[in-house]
């Protein structure tokens, strides 16, 4: 075996001695990785600091993560001279690049709640129609008049997914999916396009949705995904989801 795995062996183990050791070692771990790894580190304290505005834990993303979407979003807006774009969520950044690539005249504001990622992002960024900014900051606060908003694997939490026990929602829930879809749906132009993806909930269940139609021109809008839908009283309904995206 492994190390990693003898000591994983240790956590269920019959002998006492042996997980008390896995939890020293467990603990001398976590400590190691929060002094040496930022990323870990900002995690934790973000969850600390804005845990009631921290949806999506996770800081992973990727270069051109959404090809289909950011094309549709491009010929949505040909007719736009130069549209204002809000990537909500942007992580270490390279949504808004890629967007970027796909509209060149776009005007491109990132928001994420992690000050690690935002320090990422800027440190990246050599484009003056960009900028990023905190979920909590007056920029965001007084931002208007998108044309286009992007929530792209943000409201959800991996457990509500990946536990076994997840018949209910936790930690993230309705009511705040709800909340903030109504606060970007006051900074959207009308005609804006709202694009959602791998969301915890149905966009159509809230109270917002009867001013929205699906984007019906973009053949791949209906997407299946396998992961669990709650419904408004945070409940799994479906183990699967077929949402427009």
């Known amino acids: 075996m492994t190390i990693k795995e003898q000591i994983k062996e240790l956590k269920h183990s019959r ?17 190691g990785r929060f002094f040496s790894d930022g990323s870990y580190r900002s995690g934790i304290l973000t969850r600390i600091q804005f845990g009631r505005y921290y949806h999506q834990q996770v800081t992973f993303t990727a270069p051109n993560r959404y090809p289909l979407l950011f094309q549709a979003c491009a010929d949505y807006l ?22 970027g ?20 992002c800027r440190k990246k960024n050599k484009n003056p129609d960009f900028s990023f900014f905190h979920r909590l900051s007056k920029e965001f606060e007084d931002s208007s008049c998108f ?24 930690g993230f829930q309705f009511e705040q999916f709800e909340n903030e879809i109504l606060l970007l749906d006051k900074k959207l132009n009308p005609g804006g396009l709202l694009a959602i993806d791998q969301a915890d909930f149905s966009f159509a269940d809230c109270i917002c949705s009867k001013y929205y139609v699906p984007l019906l021109t973009f053949e791949k809008n209906q997407y299946f995904h396998q992961r669990p839908l709650f419904n408004r009283e945070n409940h799994k309904i479906e183990e699967f989801q077929n949402n427009y995206r």
């Open 101 to 120: 690539e796909y509209i060149p005249k776009a005007k491109i504001m990132g928001i994420d709640i992690n000050h690690w990622c935002l320090k990422q």
């Open 78 to 99: 040909t007719q736009v001279k130069n549209p204002r774009i809000l990537s909500f969520g942007c992580s270490t950044g390279e949504e808004v690049f890629s967007i």
């Open 147 to 170: 044309d286009a908003i992007f929530c792209m694997a943000v409201f959800q939490r991996t457990e509500n997914r990946t536990n076994n026990n997840n018949s209910l929602a936790k």
């Open 15 to 31: 002998f006492i001695l042996k997980r008390l050791l896995f939890r020293l070692i467990w603990q001398v771990w976590r400590w």
